[in-house]
């Protein structure tokens, strides 16, 4: 086990530091910024020597300037937002030295493209947004909107425990180029009923917004009243419910739009509870397979890639996912922790799923099992 603590901040993955191609917060005293602002580039590198692509351009927001297309009124709408099925919450692949790895995101990026993938959650808990700094997490934004904003829905997780972080994250967030937002209710420090309202009508503020409600992970559940309230709101999508699939045939019902965030449950959800679509996990790794389930009815095909999210998700998520991408050659095996990846039983036990399953129906040409040697851990980066 290689376990990594950098003495010397540097990179993307330096914190309490505005790195190089990073976009700095907006401070308290500055005005707020123009959603049709444009923009001044900065550089950003992938990282990797033999990336062809070296140079990507991070949009840094301007006060004034003239309008740019990612803020068409066309993309940052809600209505568009409501039209996307299939939305990936996809992963960030890490440099050995904890930085982003441009040049592999942009590949898992492009394969969702060809797969028929219509959004991106970005920096979600799959994508670890949570172990981001607040710069890392708008360049990240940034960088997909910029270089694939026109190929599909670019989602920020901005959401926060903290209602001034949550408005704060989602301006910047609409200032790079997203077309909306991904909101969580308070979580740890919880709040009443009605301070959710409050809190979700601030965020609405600034522009399109999915409230996701996962209770497993925030320890509160956001209740049909409180949705039912927000939903008024004109910049209200949807919510991502992970709370199953009686309680989004509740909504639909009642022309609230849904999102399922249970990919066991996804084709039903879709079929039989009027969701909308999913925001998926495993569409990370068989795009294609997620796009087919919310296209049409097919419950023999749903059952077929159901031993692949019981894997995917024996362990909390993200650890199955990355776990099987860097066993694939989909990232290199690099973790932040406190993630670590599958027991040695487990990937050989996800070989043998995907071997029934079809390597074709996945994003991988081949599979291999790793020894626990073969991973890196860092603590600091």
């Known amino acids: 086990m290689n376990v990594t603590t950098p003495t010397t901040a540097h990179g993307l993955g330096a914190r309490n530091s505005v790195h190089r191609g990073a976009l700095p917060l907006r401070s308290a005293n500055q005005p707020k910024v123009s959603r049709t602002g444009v923009v001044r580039t900065s550089c950003i590198s992938s990282g990797r020597k033999d990336d062809k692509s070296y140079m990507?351009?991070?949009?840094?927001?301007?006060?004034?300037?003239?309008?740019?297309?990612?803020f068409q009124a066309e993309r940052t709408n809600v209505e568009t937002t409501k039209k996307c099925k299939l939305i990936t919450a996809i992963k960030t692949p890490y440099l050995p030295d904890g930085r982003f790895d441009l040049g592999m995101y942009d590949r898992l990026v492009e394969e969702q493209i060809a797969a028929g993938v219509e959004g991106l959650i970005v920096g979600g808990t799959t994508g670890e947004g949570h172990l981001m700094s607040w710069d890392e997490h708008i360049?990240?934004?940034?960088?997909?909107?910029?270089?694939?904003?026109?190929?599909?829905?670019?989602?920020?997780?901005?959401?926060?425990?903290?209602?001034?972080?949550?408005?704060?994250?989602?301006?910047?967030g609409f200032a790079v180029g997203m077309d909306a937002s991904l909101q969580i209710n308070p979580y740890y420090g919880k709040t009443s009923h009605t301070g959710l309202i409050h809190h979700f009508n601030a965020v609405l503020e600034e522009g399109p917004v999915i409230v996701y409600n996962v209770p497993s992970r925030t320890g509160q559940d956001i209740p049909p009243n409180v949705v039912e309230e927000i939903a008024q709101h004109p910049n209200f999508a949807g919510v991502k419910e992970c709370m199953g699939n009686e309680r989004i045939k509740g909504y639909t019902d009642k022309g609230i739009t849904c999102w399922t965030g249970n990919d066991d449950e996804a084709h039903d959800a879709v079929h039989e509870a009027g969701a909308r679509g999913v925001i998926s996990v495993t569409s990370n790794i068989t795009p294609k397979i997620m796009r087919k389930l919310m296209d049409e009815k097919n419950p023999e095909l749903a059952q077929k890639v159901m031993?692949?999210?019981?894997?995917?998700?024996?362990?909390?998520?993200?650890?199955?996912?990355?776990?099987?991408?860097?066993?694939?050659?989909?990232c290199e095996p690099v973790w932040r922790l406190p993630y670590v990846p599958m027991s040695k039983e487990q990937r050989a036990e996800v070989i043998a799923i995907i071997n029934e399953l079809g390597m074709e129906n996945t994003v991988f040409d081949t599979l291999k099992e790793m020894d626990d040697s073969d991973f890196t851990y860092l603590s600091y980066f």
């Open 56 to 70: 990507r351009y991070a949009k840094v927001p301007k006060a004034e300037s003239a309008v740019h297309p990612y």
């Open 139 to 172: 360049m990240l934004i940034a960088h997909t909107a910029h270089t694939y904003g026109e190929h599909l829905h670019v989602i920020g997780n901005t959401g926060s425990n903290s209602t001034k972080e949550a408005v704060h994250a989602s301006q910047q």
């Open 307 to 330: 031993p692949l999210m019981n894997w995917l998700f024996a362990e909390p998520n993200p650890i199955g996912l990355n776990t099987l991408l860097m066993m694939g050659g989909h």
